[in-house]
Nanobody, 128 residues
Framework: QVQLEESGGGLVQAGDSLTLSCAAS????????MGWFRQAPGKERVFVAA????????SYADSAKGRFTISRDNAKNKIFLQMDTLRPGDTAVYLC?????????????????????WGQGTQVTVSS
C-alpha cells in the first residue's frame, strides 16, 4: 500500500507564499488521483485541491482558487501544493491523501471518504 509523508509547513506572514510537498512510497501511486485537505483547530477536515493521476486535471476549493496550485512529479513519487497570497484563514494542518481511483472524477476528488491513505500532516500558520 501507499504511504504518504508531508513536509514544507511553517510560520509565515499574510501575503507570503509556501510550498508543501508530499512524498509517496509503495505501489500504484502513479495510477491514483491525489488530494490535499486541511483541518484547522476546532473545525472539520475540508478539501483543498486534487489532481488526476496524469496531472492533466485538477480541482480546487473556492478558498484555494487563484491562490493555490497543485502539481505532481510521478517520476519522483511526489505531489506539491504551491500556496500564494496566504491568509490567516489558511492556518491549518495540511494533509496529503490518495484516492485509489485510476480515472478522473471531480465528485470523487472532493470527497474525503473516497481517499484510503493519509499522511500525518504538516502545520501551516499564517500570521496577520
Amino acid at each position: 500500500q501507499v504511504q504518504l509523508e508531508e513536509s514544507g509547513g511553517g510560520l509565515v506572514q499574510a501575503g507570503d507564499s509556501l510550498t508543501l510537498s508530499c512524498a509517496a512510497s509503495g505501489s500504484a501511486f502513479i495510477f491514483s488521483m491525489m488530494g490535499w485537505f486541511r483541518q484547522a483547530p476546532g473545525k472539520e477536515r475540508v478539501f483543498v485541491a486534487a489532481i488526476s493521476a496524469s496531472g492533466s486535471d485538477t480541482s480546487y476549493a473556492d478558498s484555494a482558487k487563484g491562490r493555490f496550485t497543485i502539481s505532481r512529479d510521478n517520476a519522483k513519487n511526489k505531489i506539491f501544493l504551491q500556496m500564494d497570497t496566504l491568509r490567516p484563514g489558511d492556518t491549518a494542518v495540511y494533509l496529503c491523501a490518495r484516492n485509489p481511483r485510476t480515472y478522473w472524477s471531480p465528485s470523487s476528488a472532493v470527497n474525503s471518504a473516497h481517499y484510503d491513505t493519509w499522511g500525518q500532516g504538516t502545520q501551516v500558520t499564517v500570521s496577520s
